[in-house]
């Protein structure tokens, strides 16, 4: 039952949540949506934590989707095992540096009495909870080998019976604690992304890359000269 | 040919006394709030000296404006500025402005009895912890001369051991304000530099605002303005500049730090321009920037850009106060005032007309005395043209020296008609030398001594109730205004 409700309503929950309140946030304040930089406020830790903390997240964010979107050419890709242990050793480092990262940004939210000034508790819940995500992934990383393999043929079929909504949790059920503990609160974070500074995440700005540098607004149209 | 119109001003600096009235006027009306405490879009600084924030001149480094190759920003090209989205390694932090602080106060009136009179105890305004002051809202002012802030600006450090010498003698001492505002650029370099695409020149008056809903807070325009008048709300997550007052100009009203200005130094009024040609302007060199920005601002006495102007939609009233503007006859007509360090290459529309700065006094037997040749000579300027040229012109020394010499004409003339203890031909030849008819020199000084406020301040009539659609909500029309929005700017989620 508690399965059930974990890894087969929850997760709809999650992601209703996510688009509801993600659309009356960006409709209703969207004075809101930033990324909060606290970078005025302390820079040289944030260096070290940022930095590293963005890359290999979002790296391993890609290879999550990627081993759920197209597990086929996943499991080609890692045929050959030089390549599987290739991909092992790099998610492995990505995650310790995911790991030292976060600590880092938390160690120095914590021990900055600026950073303390603008630190909201939806702040501390979501670095929490990115503690809990990352270090349960790297938990699993080291004591549930090859999950480069085995994510493809269970963690993706779920995520796949979830979206084509008929979901069957007969895979997470048969998953250690951990594992269950890391799927569950990756939902738990889709869920409050709409309510922290997560929201940044969906406002990359890929369009810098190619509007003209000035940006000139008008009124009204105007008629301009040849 | 695409002819706009800019709002743009004159700064008149032998006029400005340093008493910060325009700083309190603006901070009282938009940047008195929890979070804005160090944001001075109006600042007013020691020259020489490190200036807010402190050596913001220096884009090595700080990286702000535009390189002079290709048309890049200091900052980056596209992808590069987007890689250092995580860590901007060019951004000021607040030790580089100072922390705001106030008093405790309260604790004057509430401490026990006790032997000792009881002390207010600063306390940070981030914080709310007590704190030491090591910095605060104009910190070096006046103290030009002192080998800790005139010494390091980074204007006195390109010059030659003999010239900061000469600078600092301690009989020679100088020192002028500089106020700064944001210079509503026409090749803005925090437009340019926004990842978000959130900031714009609004095209009617080319005033430069930061749509708050659409700023994401990836703090770059802090970086890339290189006069550093962007400010990162640290509270809010987003930034803010001078708005050049809009809400009030649409009123019909002069900016605030305009009205307020006690040595009446501050003239705002429209200038036309070719916008198609900026990007050409930008690519001149260093010393030949002055100029060329000069150069493509057109004459709206000439029908040939009345038309054009015309058949590009600027409106009649438009027109008829560009005819008006003071700022069109500083910059162009009398060619006195220059653009603050146009090897930014932003083309900055606020101009300023450099102080004479002239041999006031000289030691004659133990007792000051003023100087024969008070106000007439160039060569004995206190401050070296270079540090001026460094200044006002790209480092170009002639175009410093142009402005010089039509100021001395002025003077001269002036003091001919009221001491008349100078020689008809003397006068003469200055006026020749710098190049003024006697009908300019007398414009000039009126413009300068004389005029009142309609004549200074020509607002041009910003037409809302013809530029917008009957019944729409300007806001919206706009998408959000230049600072804080429809609601609170505090942090909600
Ligand atoms: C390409 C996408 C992303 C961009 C452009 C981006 C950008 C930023 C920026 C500019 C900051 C502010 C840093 C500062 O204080 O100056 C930030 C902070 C943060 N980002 Fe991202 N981010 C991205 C993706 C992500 C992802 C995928 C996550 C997590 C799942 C994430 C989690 C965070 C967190 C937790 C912080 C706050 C760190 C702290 O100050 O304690 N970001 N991000
Ligand atoms: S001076 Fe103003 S318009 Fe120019 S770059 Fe700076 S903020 Fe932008
Ligand atoms: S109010 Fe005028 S005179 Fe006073 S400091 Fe400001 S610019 Fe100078």
Redesign the interface.
């Known amino acids: 039952m508690m399965d059930l409700i974990l890894f087969g309503i929850f997760p709809y929950v999650a992601v209703a949540l996510a688009v509801a309140v993600g659309i009356y946030r960006y409709t209703i304040d969207r004075y809101s949506w930033s990324s909060q930089s606290s970078q005025f406020l302390e820079k040289k830790a944030l260096f070290w934590g940022s930095v590293p903390w963005h890359y290999a997240i979002l790296l391993i964010l890609l290879a999550h989707f990627l081993a759920f979107l197209v597990p086929g050419a996943w499991d080609a890709l890692l045929e050959a095992p030089l390549r599987l242990l290739l991909l092992e050793a790099t998610g492995m480092a990505l995650g310790i540096c995911t790991l030292l990262a976060l600590l880092l940004l938390i160690v120095r939210r914590a021990g900055n009495a600026r950073l303390c000034a603008v630190t909201t508790r939806a702040d501390w819940l979501l670095l929490i909870l990115l503690l809990l995500q990352v270090a349960t992934g790297v938990i699993i990383a080291t004591t549930l080998r090859w999950g480069g393999l085995w994510y493809a043929h269970t963690i993706s079929p779920w995520l796949w019976s979830l979206l084509t909504l008929r979901p069957d949790i007969q895979y997470l059920a048969v998953m250690p604690a951990v594992v269950k503990l890391h799927a569950f609160n990756g939902f738990l974070l889709l869920a409050i992304f709409p309510f922290s500074r997560l929201v940044h995440v969906v406002s990359v700005p890929f369009t810098y890359l190619s509007r003209p540098y000035q940006v000139v607004v008008w009124y009204r149209r105007r008629a301009r000269l040849g | 040919?695409?002819?706009r119109a800019q709002v743009s001003s004159v700064f008149h600096l032998d006029k400005c006394i340093g008493c910060h009235t325009c700083s309190i006027a603006c901070k009282n009306l938009w940047t008195d709030r929890k979070g804005a405490e160090y944001m001075w879009w109006n600042n007013v600084e020691t020259k020489p000296g490190t200036g807010y924030p402190t050596r913001w001149e220096d884009q090595e480094q700080y990286r702000g404006g535009w390189e002079r190759a290709e048309?890049v920003l200091k900052l980056g090209g596209?992808?590069g500025?987007?890689g250092k989205?995580?860590?901007?390694?060019a951004?000021p932090?607040?030790d580089d402005y100072y922390e705001p602080f106030t008093y405790k106060y309260g604790d004057l009136i509430s401490a026990p009895a006790g032997n000792d009179q009881p002390t207010a105890r600063p306390v940070?305004m981030?914080?709310?912890?007590p704190m030491k002051i090591e910095a605060g809202p104009n910190w070096d002012d006046d103290l030009s001369g002192s080998n800790v802030y005139a010494a390091n600006d980074p204007g006195v450090v390109k010059l030659s051991d003999e010239e900061q010498q000469q600078m600092f003698a301690i009989e020679k001492m100088v020192m002028f304000y500089l106020p700064r505002i944001c210079n509503h650029c026409l090749?803005?370099g925090c437009?340019?530099s926004?990842?978000?695409?959130a900031?714009?020149?609004?095209?009617?008056d080319g005033i430069v605002l930061i749509n708050?809903?659409?700023?994401?807070?990836?703090?770059m325009c802090?970086s890339a303005c290189p006069y550093k008048k962007t400010y990162?709300g640290?509270?809010?997550?987003?930034s803010e500049k001078c708005i050049l007052c809009y809400p009030r100009q649409e009123a019909g009203e002069a900016p605030a730090c305009f009205h307020s200005c006690v040595g009446r130094i501050r003239y705002l009024g429209v200038l036309l321009y070719d916008a198609d040609r900026?990007e050409e302007v930008a690519l001149n060199e260093d010393r030949d920037l002055a100029a060329a920005q000069r150069d493509i601002i057109l004459d709206p006495f000439d029908p040939q850009v009345q038309a054009?102007a015309r058949?590009?939609?600027i409106p009649e009233q438009v027109l008829q106060a560009a005819r008006k503007s003071p700022v069109y006859k500083f910059v162009k007509q009398w060619a006195v005032a220059l653009p603050l360090h146009p090897e930014f290459r932003t083309l900055p529309m606020l101009f300023y007309v450099p102080p004479m700065l002239p041999v006031i006094s000289r030691e004659n037997q133990g007792r000051q005395q003023l100087a024969d040749e008070f106000f007439t000579t160039l060569e004995k300027a206190r401050l070296p043209i270079r540090y001026l040229a460094g200044l006002f012109a790209g480092g170009n020394e002639e175009e410093v020296k142009a402005v010089y010499r039509r100021l001395i004409a002025v003077r001269m003339q002036r003091r001919s008609v009221s001491v008349g203890d100078l020689d008809a031909a003397e006068v003469e030849k200055a006026a020749e030398l710098a190049g003024l008819t006697t009908d300019q020199i007398d414009a000039l000084y009126r413009m300068t001594a004389l005029t009142r406020i309609t004549e200074r301040i020509v607002v041009p009539p910003m037409l809302?109730e013809q530029?917008?659609e009957a019944g729409m909500d300007p806001e919206e029309?706009?998408?959000?205004m230049g600072f804080g929005?429809r609601?609170a700017?505090k942090?909600?989620?």
């Open positions: 040919m695409n002819i048309a596209r992808g500025l987007l989205i995580f860590y901007n390694p951004l932090d607040m940070s981030v914080t709310g912890k090749n803005a437009v340019a926004c990842p978000s695409g900031i714009y020149k609004r095209g009617e708050q809903d659409k700023c994401r807070g990836w703090r802090v990162y640290w509270t809010t997550g987003k900026i054009d058949r590009a939609g809302r530029a917008i029309y706009k998408q959000g929005s609601k700017p942090r909600r989620w």
